[in-house]
């Protein structure tokens, strides 16, 4: 019994003995030091390149098309026909009201005669009466009609864009064509409800288009549309484009509208930061990360600001130069033997 007390001692002091010995072998740990550099805190959007000045012009009727008369990139008149709709019926109902709105002038004319010589009453006269000025108002309301067979610019300005062919069948919701001036030009984006309070008119916006990859192109936040879209839980906000901008009528963009810039703000990278679950909203977050300190590991709390893909703003728990470990294991202990490697 004493012998196998003494063995049982000896194997728990060789176990003690063996975790003091791994607890204080030196841990290789990959490290990387706190560096400053800019930092942008922004709120994301997607947008549409329009101009300022713009709009869709369809048929007030549905028809088929049987003249288009202007061709992209010419410049129009307010009032001038840019297209003509197949008339014809509307025409021969026009020219039948306007024979009927004739005749019942003519039975007019004969009733007061007849009432002057005594020969039909005052009722008769004032039948006539009426009868002539319905067919008036029909008469007019269907010559009227004949210019909805034709679709005329609501204002001066650029054909932007022909969506009409000859002998198509167009209705009223169709948009045929798209008049505007080329310039000046705006982004009209959707911001988030979440972020929509932060943004405000003057900010800068930082733009990226397919069309140029790796450029950086500028906006400002020109307006926001004070009612949101309840379904798609966005504002409108339009981001005016300088003169010069090479975005072109109908581009797609990604948005940044700046909100904080920080030149020389302490940075790490993402890897880096543990952020402690459960944090909502779009402020500073809380995390932690591990620190080698004269050989050893420590655990430092610190206060994140802005989290960009590529590297993370401290905002406190840290200074320049601290070396911390570039992608903490799960088995990181407070005071475990460290060795950096840079």
Do not use: C
């Not at 709709?85 to 039948?96: F, K, M, N, T, V």
């Not at 067979?149 to 022909?162: E, K, M, N, S, T």
């Not at 926001?224 to 975005?247: N, Q, S, W």
């Amino acid at each position: 019994m004493l012998r196998r007390r003494l063995i049982l001692l000896l194997l728990l002091a060789g176990l003690a003995s063996g975790a003091w010995w791994w607890f204080q072998r030196p841990l290789p740990v990959e490290t990387v030091a706190v560096a400053r550099g800019p930092a942008v805190e922004a709120v994301y959007a997607t947008g549409v390149v329009e101009p300022l000045h713009w709009a869709r012009v369809g048929p007030a009727t549905r028809g088929r098309l049987t003249a288009v008369l202007v061709e992209e990139g010419e410049r129009v008149r307010e009032g001038q026909p840019l297209a003509r709709l197949d008339d014809r019926q509307a025409r021969a109902q026009a020219e039948e009201a306007e024979a009927r709105a004739r005749f019942a002038m003519e039975d007019l004319a004969r009733t007061r005669a007849l009432v002057g010589r005594d020969i039909a009453t005052r009722a008769a006269l004032e039948r006539a009466e009426r009868d002539a000025r319905a067919a008036r108002a029909a008469a007019d309301m269907a010559i009227h009609r004949l210019d909805d067979y034709v679709v005329r610019a609501p204002a001066d300005g650029v054909i932007l864009r022909r969506d009409a062919e000859v002998g198509e069948v167009v209705d009223t919701p169709a948009a045929l064509f798209w008049i505007g001036e080329p310039r000046p030009l705006r982004v009209t984006a959707e911001v988030d409800e979440e972020d929509i309070a932060r943004v405000a008119p003057g900010q800068r916006a930082l733009l990226r288009a397919d069309a140029f990859p790796g450029r950086a192109l500028e906006a400002r936040v020109a307006q926001i549309t004070p009612k949101g879209d309840t379904a798609r839980k966005a504002y409108r906000v339009r981001l005016a484009l300088p003169e010069d901008t090479p975005l072109l009528i109908g581009m797609t963009v990604e948005a940044n509208i700046v909100l904080r810039e920080e030149a020389a703000a302490l940075l790490l990278p993402p890897s880096a930061v543990s952020i402690a679950p459960g944090q909502t909203g779009s402020g500073p977050r809380l995390g932690h990360v591990w620190l080698v300190q004269e050989g050893r590991l420590a655990r430092r709390e610190v206060r994140i600001g802005v989290q960009g893909a590529r590297a993370f703003e401290v905002l406190e728990g840290l200074a320049e130069g601290d070396r911390v470990a570039a992608a903490p294991r799960a088995g990181f202990r407070e005071g475990h033997a460290a060795r950096a490697l840079p």
